[in-house]
């Protein structure tokens, strides 16, 4: 995702690959299977151009990480106290922005 984060534009996935800095040869095929699972998972979107697909970021990286946190929420078998120790172990500043967020949120569900 990083890579395609940090593109101006669509993205074939040779492109990607050679772009791409794991500390490790990776094969093509290999690219182009993440690509495949991140596009049906909803966080890249996918153009068909000619035999290849360009493919892009569909979420921002807060997007993203926002979705990732609701994962882990729905997966933790008890997302109260997940969140309870998350917001224990928040800084004054992030306590602040949560606190602002649900000000926000409630006044747009009236």
Known sequence: MDVLWRAT???KVRDVL????TGRQL???????VLDNLHRKEWVRRELSGKAYLYEARLSREEAAARALRD??????????????FVATSSDEE???LRSALRK???RRR
Do not use: C, F, I
């Not at 050679?18 to 800095?21: A, G, H, S, T, V």
């Not at 882990?72 to 120790?85: C, F, N, Q, T």
């Open 105 to 107: 949120k409630r006044v």
């Open 95 to 97: 306590t602040d922005v």
């Open 27 to 33: 094969a093509y095929t290999t690219v182009m299977t």
């Open 72 to 85: 882990v929420l729905d997966s933790s078998g008890d997302p109260h106290a997940v969140l309870m120790h």
């Open 9 to 11: 534009g669509q993205m």
């Open 18 to 21: 050679e772009r791409l800095d």
